[in-house]
Antibody, heavy 121, light 110 residues
């Protein structure tokens, strides 16, 4: 079955860039669907970050767009997220997901286990 | 702006049926699909319902989704409640500019 696993640093300093990678197993990214990121804040609110197609087309949340970069490595069956200029407000659990629809229309059918990220000096 | 409003918490007894509402404001319920996600304590969310009422494989048919045009809302109904259903439930939709999640509903099965 489709499985997603996030990896990356659990602690990032303010103003630095967060880099996360999601490794997909049980399904080839090249076979379709969009691949995205969602975060969950300590108060439990959920926020969509963005999604990417295997060809590289991206859709980002408008409020985060200027700080985001997403990429895909089909040879490793991975996709990645970079968030610039991290602040304490970015402290959250970050989930990678499979997005059935893409195009800024989020319909998640598979979730990773999530990786906690804390922004602190 | 699109907003999704859920009750903060609901509770019911095992074996009973409960519905959790998700009221849409700033948009029309029939314009864009609504999804429902379950998050058990200490776990990642999982998808229960997508595109209003579709169930991914492996999700029991005790879980069902519906919409009510008159109240501009979507509902998640859980029948035959089990203690393992105790979790947070989130609805989610989108419009032309943004993806939106509801604030979540904590279900207690007592």
């Amino acid at each position: 079955q489709v499985q997603l696993q996030e990896s990356g640093p659990g602690l990032v300093k303010p103003s630095e860039t967060l880099s996360l990678t999601c490794t997909v197993s049980g399904f080839s990214i090249s076979n379709g669907f969009y691949w995205g990121w969602i975060r969950q804040f300590p108060g439990k609110g959920l926020e969509w970050i963005g999604s990417i197609f295997h060809g590289g087309t991206t859709y980002y949340d408008p409020s985060l767009q200027s700080r985001l970069s997403m990429s895909v490595d089909t040879s490793k069956n991975q996709f990645s997220l970079k968030v610039k200029s991290m602040t304490a407000a970015d402290t959250a659990v970050y989930y990678c997901v499979r997005d059935r629809q893409g195009g800024g229309v989020l319909i998640v059918d598979h979730w990773g286990q999530g990786t906690p990220v804390t922004v602190s000096s | 702006n699109l907003m999704l409003t859920q009750p903060h918490s609901v509770s019911e007894s095992p074996g009973k049926t409960i519905s959790i509402s998700c009221t849409v404001s700033g948009g029309n319920i029939v314009s864009n699909y609504v999804q429902w996600y379950q998050q058990r304590p200490g776990s990642a969310p999982t998808t229960l319902i997508y595109e209003y009422y579709q169930r991914p494989s492996g999700v029991p048919d005790r879980f069902s989704g519906s919409i009510d045009r008159s109240s501009n809302s979507a509902s998640l109904t859980i029948s035959g409640l089990k203690t393992e259903d105790e979790a947070d439930y989130y609805c989610q939709s989108y419009d032309s500019t943004k993806v939106v999640f509801g604030g979540g509903t904590k279900l207690t099965v007592l």
